[in-house]
């Protein structure tokens, strides 16, 4: 496998960013989460932010043009020369019809697409103990993977937050864009032999073993 072009899909709260950031570090590639990305504008009160907040705070997608050209920009750069992990991007069929049209004229192709499967009501329980650290957006849960100082990110030392899209009346919007919006991917990157599913319900490490295996598959696969 010259290249590793991932993309990361799930429902929110599936894991995405607590895998995309293992895949990281064992990878060293770059790791584009299109929800860090804005955070860090609405933070930052960019242009971008701007545009961004009220979507985001109703648990909505922002518009495909705007998302679309964060993206295109980055791949586009030098650090993604060989190859990028893409976390929450493409969510809509016409984001993923602008990835393809732009890897196209990259002159590359999208290794795989991982589905990180896990049912609705874990999601809840999930996103409602997740604490998200202010400045770096590390992931933790109050108890399956809680920092060893409460209120403290293990990584950075900076503050632990609930997100304000944590809210239930917000996750459960989130959830209802997800099965409209983003889940006719599965069946787009299914029939371009891209998807991969895996087992999101088990351990962080567990599932992180089942992904490393899975790629490590694939590299077999490809060498033969
Ligand atoms: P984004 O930040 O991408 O939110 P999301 O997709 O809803 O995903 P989450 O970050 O909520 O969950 P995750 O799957 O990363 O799970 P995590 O690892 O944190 O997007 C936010 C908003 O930005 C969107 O609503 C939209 O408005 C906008 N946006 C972003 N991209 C866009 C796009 N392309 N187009 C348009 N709009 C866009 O894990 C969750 C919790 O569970 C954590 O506490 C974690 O510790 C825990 N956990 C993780 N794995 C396990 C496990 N295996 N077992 C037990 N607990 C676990």
Do not use: W
């Amino acid at each position: 496998m010259s290249e590793l072009n991932l993309v990361l899909l799930g429902p929110p709260g599936s894991g995405k960013g607590t895998q995309g950031e293992r895949l990281q570090e064992d990878f060293r590639l770059p790791y584009y989460a299109t929800g860090d990305i804005l955070r860090a504008a609405v933070r930052d009160e960019t242009e971008l932010g701007k545009t961004a907040k009220e979507y985001m705070d109703r648990g909505d997608l922002v518009p495909d043009e705007v998302i679309i050209a964060v993206i295109v920009e980055r791949l586009g750069s030098p650090e993604a020369a060989d190859g990028f992990i893409l976390d929450g991007f493409p969510r809509t069929v016409p984001q993923a019809e602008a990835l393809d049209a732009e890897l196209e004229r990259l002159g590359r192709d999208l290794t795989a697409a991982l589905l990180i499967e896990v049912d609705n009501d874990e999601v809840v329980r999930r996103l409602g103990g997740r604490r998200t650290c202010v400045k770096g957006g590390h992931v933790f849960h109050v108890e399956f993977d809680p920092p060893k100082n409460e209120g403290v990110c293990d990584i950075d030392g900076s503050r632990l937050i609930v997100r304000d899209d944590d809210e239930p009346e917000v996750i459960r919007h989130r959830l209802e864009q997800y099965h409209d919006k983003t889940e006719p991917l599965i069946a787009y990157y299914d029939h371009r032999s891209l998807l991969r599913r895996v087992d999101g319900g088990m351990s962080p490490d567990e599932v992180g073993d089942r992904i490393r295996a899975l790629l490590a598959t694939m590299r077999m696969e490809e060498d033969i």
